[in-house]
């Protein structure tokens, strides 16, 4: 076990965390914390943006030391902005003062990294099944290799990768200022986003409810577990409906619209699995299951940023209104590079941050019109209430397209050389088959139950309401059934009585607009999609919105439930108040209990069941099941050195296998790779490829191989089992121009030399593993 590493990173992490304080207090000085629970990923995008830019000149540990030098810079600066506030500003507190929360945040931080650190060190593997694991060590390999951005793609030789690797980009400088080797980066990256995103739920969470005058640690510890240990109710249903008799479990089965057989789970019989597959031809996946799978995926990772964006949000929230108007466009100019590093990071999220930043404006206590001159804010105020409403939409939307205009002028080279450098036919349908009744409820029960009796709590409720309020509920249950309309007559009403109380009365807040905005996104994946060629339908627009939704709902769990258990006595106006303390409780009790217990236990169990030899390494398990091709790799790991020589390997049709292993886990690019690149250029660029590697491997004419060689400046030929499977016995020792380089039983490494010549005849090139395609 690396523990020296875990040691070095956590102090990079608290270092971070020290010098993005002053930024972080500036952006939110009202919070309890003041920005603390925020300051690590503040820092950390504050210093990969110049590494952005200077890096698609040059990029390397020169280029992140000029980031690290800029965040400092900037710190600095805000550090005397954060002391000029001890005689007193909008603020009204000394910015330093209050250590305790700052210890408070740390240790959280802390808990959860060394958390996701046992988790991975007993399956530390980057394996090709199940999940992203070979295209994102793919890409924070060929990041470290790189020497200009974007990095070349391992899998498409010569050409720049036409992927989001925003996330991958932070993940590599953290690599880069800790001189750490992508095979424990990996890992360690995922560890530290994961404790960087339950930390920011936890803040969040505490500060709004401290606004609310709800108890600020318990709305944050219940958010950060909703976050980082919550499931949905799948494992909890399958356990109830094993302890029930046969007729009611197939009842239950029914009413869930699951397979019978499916209904029930023993602990030997559990998978962590089944619980992200729960509505058919979707993804629904949880933080908890995306962090035990390994992947360092896109979704996962622009999460931390999603907070970033989501505390900005709330800083301008709670500025007030036109008196502090220049401030307000201060928070709103921090916008535009938070959500075009975003956008770097999953382009999936670009869309959401604009929907938060428009329903914030528009939805905020000071008027998005207040933004405006005085002169120009008097003429437009008006009485009428319905003119008044519409412009506040219009007036919210002006600098929701400013925002995104300058976001992708932030990130311009990725925008023109990634999004726009991938096949299009994106296109989006309308009206597909949407989620049934029982596992929509089984993804968001829980959720819902808590909204729906914390909005109810807002309400003026006589009995007579209250069954009126049961009743409608019911018929929604009709409704949902009968025409599968399940996310609009659940979620719809919860997005629409949100709206209005938020705009209407004092009695919610910042928790209620991210609950309008995550609600909006689940109805709105109901009914609209996405189609692109990663998958079918819509199982690629809702794994990535479900992941966005689960991010916010954790922060408004946690401030919700802290409120019930205040607020329980307006349930029961009839009982004692220890009595309404005890239901409120109780209720509390098993909601958390459901998503807390069952699965969380027996994923965790199972995990650590049998785990020895701990290790970070993500290409240690090579060793055990394919090794010799692991000692292939060692040996590619060790002579290249970092540098990107072309290598040319069996293309790999079936996926999640494994298949092309060099340039999957070292970012040593080979010729064509996995068939990911069919959705990223089009099936005719791959198989034009493919085909030209076939007549490399099989070819008897030494002209033709040399041509291909010299056409892909491939410098290394790799036949390993794969390969022998599938071009058969071949040798190509005895070819001038190339020889043996590396070979054991079932692995033979040819090196291409210079005298290899070209299809012209011209004298050999030299060629240089370092030089850029």
Known sequence: MQYGLVLVWWLAFVALGAVGLPLAARLLPRAPDRGAFVAIPLALVTLSLPVFWLGHVFYGPLTVLVGALVLLALSAVAYRGWRGTRSGNESGADLGADRRRYAEVLVVFTLAYLFLIAVRSVDAGAIPGGGEKFL??????SLLRADALPPEDMWFAGEPVVYYYGGHLLSANLATLTGTAGRYAYN???????AMEVTAAFGLAAAVARERGYPRFLAGVVAALFFGLASNLYTSARLLAGALPTGLTRALADALGVPVDEATVTFREFSYWPPSRV???????????????????AHMMSATVLFLVLATLYAYWRTPGRDLRRRRLLVLGVLPPLVGVLTMTNTWSLPTALGLATLTLAGAPARPRTLLPDAVATRLDTRDPLRAEGQRIVLALLPTVVVAGLALAWVAPFVTGVLLGGVGGRHPVFWPDRSGLGR??????????????Y??????????????????????????KVWTLVGLALVGPLVVGGWVLLRRTDRTGFETLLLVAAGGLVVLVEFVYLADLAAPGRFNTVFKVYFQVWTMWAVVAGVAVAALCVK?????????????????????????SAVLVPYPTMALSKHFAGADDPTLDAIQFAHDSHPYEAEAIEWFVDTTDGERPHIVSRPTYAVYTWGNPVSS??????VVGWAHETGYRGTAPFEARATEVAVLYTTNDTDSRATLLDKYDVQYIYYGPRERAKYGNVTFASEPGLSVAFENEKVTVYAVNESVWNASGARPRVRCPSSRP
């Open 665 to 670: 886990l070292t970012g040593i690019p080979t």
């Open 455 to 480: 909005l109810a709590g807002k309400l003026d409720l006589t009995p007579r309401r209250a069954a009126g309020l049961l009743t409608a509920f019911a018929g929604l249950l009709v409704v949902s």
């Open 188 to 194: 360690l990256a995922l560890a530290g986003f994961y």
């Open 136 to 141: 994102d060590m793919g890409l924070l390999q």
């Open 279 to 297: 509505i058919e031809g979707t993804i629904n996946e949880f933080p908890l299951f995306s962090y035990l799978n390994g992947d360092l995926h």
């Open 440 to 453: 929509f409820l089984l993804v968001h029960g829980a959720f819902l139950a808590v909204f729906w009796t």
């Open 568 to 592: 329980c006595r307006t349930w029961l106006p009839n009982t004692s108040p220890d009595r309404r303390q005890v239901v409120g409780l109780v209720f509390v009790f098993l909601v958390l």
